[in-house]
Structure formats: C-alpha cells, structure tokens
C-alpha cells in the first residue's frame, strides 16, 4: 500500500513532533556527495558518507532504538549547519552530539578531536599523546575511522605523522576538499 504524499509527510512530522522516534533521519546534498545527516532527541549521532539508507537505518535501530524514520525536521539544524559549512559561513558547530554506545577510549579521543581548530591540522600521534597515551597512534586512528559524526566532529583535521593525507573513511578525495575549504592545506 502506498500512501499519499501529503499523507506520509503528516506522519513523519506527526512522529517526530510527538517524540515517537528513535533517530529521525534525511539525506542532504553537499559539495562531497549526498551525506545521510541522523539525530536523536541528544543530538547529531551520524553523518554518512554515500549512504545505503537500508544498511544505515538497521545500524541506527541496533545503536538506539527500533523506531528510526526518515523524517527531515528534526535535523534541519544539522543540515543547516552543514550547509553554512560548506559556504565558508561556519567555523564551530553548535550541535549537540549523541555519542551513547561509542566505546570510553573512542569517546575520549573523539572529544580531543573536537579541541582542533578549524583551518589547521594535528597528528595521530599528537592527538594520542594529548589524550595521555603517547603511544596509541594506531589506536587512535581505528577510533577516527570509526567516528559516527565527521565533519562535526572533524576527524579530516587529522594527518599523518609526516603532514600525508591518510585514513579518512569518507575517502582522501573529500579529506582534502575539507581541509582545502578550511585553508588547512595548500592548494
């Protein structure tokens, strides 16, 4: 059965409005590809990079709940943000961001994360040593491939040790448009 469209759309905002989701979720268009933009009522708690919509919904019902629609009101804000990103008009992201369910370390390294500053670039290696754990290079940058959030929580700020563009999961190619829109790399 098919439903209305006007139908559907009263549903998803009546669901949204009346807290009865999960994760509400939409895709947005960006300069880097569609990017599927999820939140909770916490927060921001996924950006994905050339989303599979089935693949993505299933993990967000696993993670926090079953009831997950795509419903766009409720990360308006996150699109708006984006948005204002992308135009070069947004430096910080004032986005709460749900990071329930990520393991402690990962929690911690993606909280450092969140102290580089727009425009320049860290190390793993240096971020592993801010964390107090000098020696976890390669650990911290199993938890930045793994961050639910990119961009928001702006992993593409990390480089290798000698200054190399390496390990972004959305892919080098959008790594370094990201730093470029930023004046964090040299054209």
Do not use: W
């Not at 019902?61 to 992308?86: T, W």
């Not at 390669?138 to 480089?159: D, E, Q, Y």
């Amino acid at each position: 059965m098919t439903l209305p469209i006007e139908t559907d759309r009263a549903f998803r905002e009546r669901a949204a409005a009346d807290a009865l989701l999960d994760v509400a979720y939409d895709v947005a268009d960006s300069p880097i590809g569609p990017l599927l933009v999820a939140a909770t009522e916490r927060g921001v708690c996924e950006i994905a990079f050339d989303p599979d919509p089935e693949a993505e919904i299933e993990r967000l019902a696993r993670l926090h709940g079953p009831r997950v629609l795509r419903s766009p009101r409720p990360v308006d804000d996150v699109k708006r943000e984006l948005d204002q990103y992308f135009e070069g008009r947004r430096q910080d992201f004032d986005l709460p961001v749900d990071l329930r369910g990520l393991p402690a370390f990962q929690q911690l390294v993606l909280a450092e994360l969140r102290r580089v500053p727009y425009g320049q670039v860290d190390t793993y290696g240096g971020l592993a040593a801010r964390i107090g754990k000098p020696r976890a290079a390669r650990a911290v940058g199993g938890a930045l491939n793994r961050n639910p959030v990119p961009i928001v929580v702006p992993c593409h700020r990390i480089v290798g040790s000698g200054g190399s563009l390496v390990g972004y999961a959305g892919g080098l190619e959008r790594k370094q448009l990201l730093l470029r829109l930023e004046g964090g790399l040299l054209a």
